[in-house]
């Protein structure tokens, strides 16, 4: 099985500051067709997850361009240009790549 | 846009068999992805892949279920399904549909809740 590792495990941050997740996973999730299958997702409270990031870098629809994701192979990361307070939350990256389909154990985003 | 909604019932006994189902609307659930699936969530725990159903019929399950999972998909109704037989209280989460496609922006049910017990 892909082992998902997201560090780190809190992230206190601050409104109109930047943030930035990481996620690593035990293979490459570039596939043979050029994409990488790497998911990017946002549990706000009491709600069930919301995607944010697809295939590494594509934005979902209706996700702030303060979001983006970055990275390639094994390495990634999830950045936030300036945290608002409704980016609270855990964050989720997941891999598609590989059966059994897998997620990093996430990561909790506190306002400070 | 594409909109998942899980439906089910909230509450399950022991030892018998949970059935949920995932119903697809604004598009075609056979046109709009490559495969479908199911994760869970328990009570404050990370997500688990339950399974996935491949459009040319190919299924893969999570090991860890025992083959207790059983996932199904009807085109005609678009709608995919999910069994569980054998229900435990460790099966009491919210359960949660899928549509992926090799290139396409994936999508997720808002979840449905079930608790196993007596």
């Known amino acids: 099985d892909i082992v998902m590792t997201q560090s780190p495990l809190s992230l206190p941050v601050t409104p109109g500051e930047p943030a930035s997740i990481s996620c690593r996973s035990s293979q490459s999730l570039l596939f043979s067709n050029g994409y990488t299958y790497l998911d990017w997702y946002l549990q706000k409270p009491g709600q069930s997850p919301q995607l944010l990031i697809y295939?590494?870098?594509n934005r979902a629809s209706g996700v702030p361009d303060r979001f983006s994701g970055t990275g390639s192979g094994t390495d990634f990361t999830l950045k936030i240009s300036r945290v608002e307070a409704e980016d609270v939350g855990v964050y989720y990256c997941?891999?598609?790549?590989?059966?059994?389909?897998?997620f990093g154990g996430g990561t909790e985003v506190e306002i400070k | 846009q594409l909109q998942l909604q899980e439906s089910g019932p909230g509450l399950v006994k022991p030892s018998e068999t949970l059935s949920l189902t995932c119903t697809v609307s604004g598009g075609s659930i056979s046109s709009r992805g490559d495969y479908w699936g199911w994760v869970r969530q328990s009570p404050g725990k990370g997500l688990e892949w339950i399974g996935s159903l491949y459009y040319g019929g190919d299924i893969h399950y999570n090991p860890s279920l025992q083959s207790r999972a059983s996932i199904s998909v009807g085109t005609s109704n678009n709608q995919l399904s999910l069994r569980l037989t054998s229900v435990t209280a460790a099966d009491t989460a919210v359960y949660y549909c899928?549509?992926?496609?090799?290139?396409?922006?994936?999508?997720w049910g808002q979840g449905t809740r079930v608790t196993v017990s007596s």
């Open positions: 899928f549509i992926r496609g090799l290139i396409i922006q994936p999508y």
């Open positions: 295939l590494g870098s």
């Open positions: 997941m891999q598609a790549l590989h059966n059994p389909l897998t």
